[in-house]
């Protein structure tokens, strides 16, 4: 990971947070009842839950707490899932689709817990906006009857108008506001959800990675370059980098680099650009950014399959900038950082029990902090009480993500919806602007015949007093 550095302090990232003390490897051997393979919010979720039922617990990272994508996200807590509504239901099922739903909402509500109670001090910034590129109003209808209605959700719809007074730009249309939604600093979160796991009585070692797990038994055998584990259960939460010890799992996962970019203060200049203060989104996954220490923007854009600079990705992001906001052409970009995540082929996560005792809790990538967050609670639920709902996750099996094919495959993938996102969004824009000018049109040719049929009457008028 390479971080430019910055003389200004970003607050909303990990920016300014001074370096954490560092924590032990494992040096010694140990009996426990869970071993949490992986230190991100999954996996510090679920051994904070599991702690706190009573259960014994250690976490192995095999770097530090929050050095891959946990730390380094945009700390959206969002409604829902990555991948679209209707695609989900066309998968499980409305009732089936609705307790999915209902479970990734309590995920984002036990964040919003735990910061209320815990960690006052991390802010939380309400609301984001789905917004499209494309104008779908009748299809905007059927979103809110299905999430509104059907799941429960408090959600508002927004016309062309009111996204262009909040967001002014002409690349937007109709919008799916969610005011319950919040972003928070992820990585400040995740430094104190590791501390409230330590407070609950789990063991977390760092720079300890995991060379081996043998499943088969009650006791399962965890080994690690410096000792050994036994555990009652084994929760995999690692990302992509989990290798080795978990092949058939990474195997599953399309590694993907996301990249995003903090400008420089822009003052008033950003404020007459983009007036909302939530998380933006656009329906085709290509976007996602919101106003950050009050007048910077922060700006997360391009994705590939394989690691690049973020230095050259920064300049691209610029020109998106530029793209969807004109007005912001000249904003420059103070630091840009990456992190690589694991996307599923499903584009759902991978959550539950894969054989007795071993338990997955993966495949976040796309997807909001709340989904994390349930997945570690659904695991620490199904270890110490019994509690079955992971099931639910079962229609999302772990599929082989294709390998090295499969990332060329995917990265052509991207590149092709982006493009189409983009003639669509420009179709869409090009019909707008006939539209108007075909009702301009309109409007002079009915002024014409107005006025027209106004010097006709007053023609009439004159011959009629000239009669008298």
């Not at 996602?288 to 009050?294: E, T």
């Not at 990705?313 to 969807?324: E, N």
């Not at 992971?390 to 919806?417: I, K, M, T, Y």
Request: aromatic letters at 8%; proline letters at 4%; a neutral charge.
């Amino acid at each position: 990971m390479t971080i430019p550095s910055s003389e200004t302090p970003v607050h909303v990232l990990w920016g300014d947070l001074p370096a954490a003390e560092p924590r032990a490897a494992l040096s010694l051997d140990l009996d426990t009842d869970v071993c949490v393979v992986g230190g991100g919010f999954a996996g510090l979720t679920a051994a904070r839950e599991a702690a706190r039922r009573g259960m014994s617990v250690v976490v192995l990272e095999g770097h530090q707490i929050g050095w891959a994508a946990s730390g380094h996200n945009l700390g959206s807590v969002l409604p829902g899932y990555g991948v679209p509504i209707e695609d989900l239901i066309a998968r499980v099922g409305i009732g089936h689709a609705r307790d999915l739903w209902k479970l990734a909402e309590e995920g984002g509500g036990y964040i919003r817990d735990t910061i209320a109670t815990s960690v006052p001090d991390i802010a939380m910034t309400p609301g984001a906006l789905e917004v499209s590129t494309t104008d779908v109003g009748e299809r905007l209808i059927g979103w809110l009857q299905t999430i509104g209605g059907e799941f429960g959700t408090e959600v508002e719809g927004w016309q062309i108008e009111r996204v262009r007074t909040e967001l002014r730009t002409r690349r937007y249309f109709h919008a799916l506001h969610f005011p319950k939604a919040f972003q928070i600093d992820g990585a400040r979160y995740l430094r104190a959800l590791a501390a409230l796991a330590e407070d609950a009585g789990v063991r977390i070692f760092e720079n300890t990675p995991v060379v081996s797990i043998d499943s088969a038994g009650i006791r399962k055998r965890i080994v690690t370059p410096s000792a050994r584990l036994r555990a009652g259960h084994v929760v995999l939460a690692g990302n992509i980098h989990i290798g080795t010890p978990a092949l058939r799992l990474a195997s599953t996962l399309m590694p993907l680099w996301r990249y995003a970019a903090v400008t420089e203060p822009l003052g008033d200049l950003l404020n007459e650009a983009i007036a909302y203060r939530g998380s933006v989104l656009d329906d085709d996954g290509i976007d996602h950014f919101r106003v950050v220490d009050g007048d910077r923007l922060l700006w997360s854009s391009p994705e590939t399959t394989w690691r690049g600079k973020p230095e050259r990705f920064g300049r691209l992001i610029r020109r998106r900038i530029a793209t969807v906001f004109p007005q912001l052409a000249q904003a420059r970009i103070e630091r840009v950082f990456s992190s690589a995540f694991g996307q599923t082929v499903h584009g759902m996560p991978q959550i539950g029990e894969m054989r007795p005792g071993l338990w997955v809790a993966s495949g976040f990538g796309r997807q909001g902090l709340n989904t994390s967050a349930m997945a570690g609670r659904l695991v620490a639920a199904g270890m110490a009480e019994g509690d079955d709902r992971w099931r639910l996750f079962s229609p999302f099996e772990l599929v082989w993500a294709g390998g090295n094919a499969g990332r060329v495959v995917g990265q052509f993938a991207d590149g092709l919806s982006r493009g189409r996102s983009a003639a669509a969004g420009l179709l869409a824009r090009w019909r707008e602007r006939a539209v108007a000018r075909e009702r301009l049109r309109e409007e002079r040719r009915s002024a014409r015949i107005a006025a027209v049929l106004a010097r006709t009457e007053r023609v009439s008028q004159d011959f009629g007093s000239d009669r008298h």
